[in-house]
């Protein structure tokens, strides 16, 4: 909830189960705040517990209420860079681009230049302060290895606009993957949760008691190798948004994605350059005119020359 006086956000969070640390998980449960970030607010008085300020060590347990309070967004003091765009669409209120595998999204800890931010902030500099500390305008990610199409705001009313759709799951994001192995069904729903790894904390992983994640696949091809190692292309879309969810459901349903280094297995059939996973599609509202619009990226060459390297098994569905 927010305070359009004070410009104040509040984030009411019912803690389901007993689990792990406060600061873990108010940052898995808003991904937009970083362990960081959380750890600054629990400092400055604006986390509770039950009515009281926690620690960051406190355990949290079923039933527990954990109120965040988040400012207003202050003022970035990054660099703008010249870096680069391939922007599909802009307009007064927002900025779509084709975003490049290798490039982080927005800065974090050890990671201050050479992101997408830095080069938003070159391309409009009046980006500063939009969307909170270190993330102006981002509305949404793509991991570093990831390409394809995101939106960026270019004030607060259309990132507020966005971040609704968002939460509301009125925005369409289509991706193209590529897994290993023959998926025998034409198409179908992974409904399965995710949540953070029980051990490895910077990974993922399908859990119990973890977030509702759903994800529809349909295959568009089927190729092999010289080896006759098979291998299934996928129209993907995404019908909740959490972290790494396509590669965690893909990799748990034993079709893992090609180069994928951290869910797949550990030496690749195919010499992939990074994970087979683009954002090929978006559909949202134009968060000034209501206009439904729909932005495509097309396959980038390191994958489609790696598609190319490939024998077709059926045609193209």
Not at 93 to 98: E, F, R
Not at 110 to 128: I, K, P
Not at 278 to 305: K, N
Request: proline fraction near 7%; charge should be positive; charged fraction near 20%.
């Amino acid at each position: 909830m927010s305070n359009a006086t004070t410009g104040e956000t509040v984030f009411t969070l019912l803690v389901e189960e007993n689990g792990g640390r406060v600061d873990s998980f108010i940052a898995e449960a808003l991904p937009e705040l970083s362990r960081t970030a959380v750890q600054r607010l629990i400092d400055a008085g604006a986390i509770a517990v039950n009515g009281a300020t926690p620690r960051s060590s406190y355990k949290v347990r079923r039933g527990d209420a954990v109120v965040v309070r988040v400012g207003p967004p202050q003022p970035v003091t990054l660099s703008p860079e010249a870096i680069p765009l391939d922007i599909l669409y802009e307009d007064a209120d927002i900025l779509v681009l084709n975003k490049a595998a290798g490039m982080v999204v927005h800065p974090g800890a050890g990671n201050l230049s050479g992101t997408l931010v830095n080069a938003l902030l070159a391309h409009c500099a009046d980006l500063q302060g939009i969307g909170g500390e270190l993330r102006p305008g981002i509305v949404h990610r793509l991991d570093k290895d990831t390409s394809g199409v995101l939106v960026v705001a270019k004030h607060d009313r259309a990132i507020r606009a966005l971040q609704r759709q968002f939460e509301q799951r009125e925005v369409r994001k289509t991706y193209v993957a590529l897994v290993i192995g023959n998926i025998e069904q034409p198409e179908g729903v992974i409904e399965a949760p995710v949540g953070r790894h029980r051990i490895h904390r910077q990974r993922m992983a399908v859990i119990a008691g973890g977030k509702p994640a759903r994800t529809r696949w349909k295959v568009r091809a089927r190729y092999r190798d010289a080896r006759n190692r098979l291998y299934s292309l996928l129209d993907v879309r995404l019908l909740t948004g959490r972290t790494h969810q396509i590669r965690v459901h893909f990799s748990w349903l034993g079709f893992p994605l090609v180069g994928d280094a951290v869910y797949g297995p550990q030496h690749s059939p195919l010499p992939a350059p990074r994970q087979f996973l683009h954002a090929r599609a978006l559909t949202l509202r134009h968060p000034a005119t209501e206009e439904r619009m729909t932005f495509a990226a097309p396959l980038p060459d390191d994958l489609a020359d790696l598609l190319a390297s490939l024998i077709p098994v059926t045609d193209s569905i």
